[in-house]
Each structure stands twice: as C-alpha cells, then as structure tokens.
C-alpha cells in the first residue's frame, strides 16, 4: 500500500534515505538539494509517495512566470517527477501525478498546468494522464 500526500517536516529521514538513493542510482537527472527542499516544505510544494513508511517518489509543484498564456491563468509547473526505478510499473507514478494536478488545482483554482520532459520516451505516459506534446520538451494538461 502506498500513500501519496505533502511531504512534511516529520518525513525528514524518509526524504534523506529517498535523495541519497536517488543520487546514487544511474538516473540522476534533477538536482535535488535536500536542505532547499527542506527550506520549502512550508509552502507545500513538494509532494512524496510514501510506502511502508519509506519515501519512493516525489514530484515539485512550482508557480511558473516565464510561461506565457493568453488565458491569464496562473500556470503551474510539475517537476522532478520520479518513482524509484525498482516500484515503477505498478500505478505509483500515475498516482502520483494526478495527485499532484489535483492539488494543484486546489492551490491554484483555474490554473494551467504544465511539465517538463528529459526524455522522450516518457512522452507516451504523460499522454495517458491528459498531457499534450506542446514543443521544446514541454507538455501541458488538457483534460
């Protein structure tokens, strides 16, 4: 079982564990810095999936102003998207992008949300959760 929710002060030692492994693994693509990360968790913008007590994934939640729209909605960023590579496959990842949207929209009501791609191949999973290709390694949601 598997919980996806705000990371908390209490979840210090679980995030620890979860960015040292992430450093250690050979997908090391976001810069994590524990210590900003820590700094921001008052704000509520990075969220966790939590298993057993461990932290498996996480994904940031960022107000974006270079993102130009015509609506004037407030855009919204998701990113440093990632579940462990060894948990992937089994609805974490979609679980928790979801989750993410739909907190965002409650943080953010009418917001236009966004997220950003390293790969590619990736594409095809964000397709499924309601994103569309929108160019220069950016997707937007649309459902």
Same mark, same amino acid.
């Given at each position: 079982?598997?919980?996806?929710?705000?990371?908390?002060?209490?979840?210090?030692?679980?995030?620890?564990? @979860?960015?040292?492994? #992430?450093?250690?693994?050979?997908?090391?693509?976001?810069?994590?810095? !524990?210590?900003?990360? /820590?700094?921001?968790?008052?704000?509520?913008?990075?969220? =966790? +999936? @939590?298993?057993?007590?461990?932290?498996?994934?996480?994904?940031?939640?960022?107000?974006?102003? *270079? /993102?130009?729209?015509?609506? %004037?909605?407030?855009?919204?960023?998701?990113?440093?998207? #990632?579940?462990?590579?060894?948990?992937?496959?089994?609805?974490?990842?979609?679980?928790?992008?979801?989750?993410? +949207?739909?907190?965002?929209?409650?943080? *953010?009501?009418?917001?236009?949300? *966004?997220?950003?791609?390293?790969?590619?191949?990736?594409? !095809? @999973? #964000?397709?499924?959760?309601? @994103?569309?290709?929108?160019?220069? =390694?950016?997707?937007?949601?649309? %459902?």
């Amino acid at each position: 079982m598997f919980v996806v929710r705000f990371i908390r002060d209490t979840d210090i030692v679980s995030l620890q564990s @979860f960015l040292e492994s #992430y450093q250690q693994s050979d997908e090391n693509y976001f810069c994590w810095i !524990p210590e900003k990360i /820590l700094r921001e968790l008052p704000q509520n913008n990075h969220i =966790g +999936v @939590f298993e057993d007590g461990d932290m498996i994934g996480m994904c940031t939640i960022r107000l974006d102003k *270079y /993102l130009k729209n015509k609506s %004037k909605n407030t855009s919204v960023m998701l990113s440093d998207v #990632y579940i462990n590579k060894e948990k992937r496959g089994q609805g974490r990842g979609s679980k928790l992008v979801n989750r993410a +949207v739909e907190l965002a929209q409650e943080k *953010y009501p009418n917001c236009d949300i *966004y997220l950003s791609i390293i790969e590619l191949k990736i594409r !095809p @999973f #964000y397709e499924k959760l309601g @994103f569309e290709f929108i160019g220069n =390694g950016k997707m937007r949601r649309t %459902k």
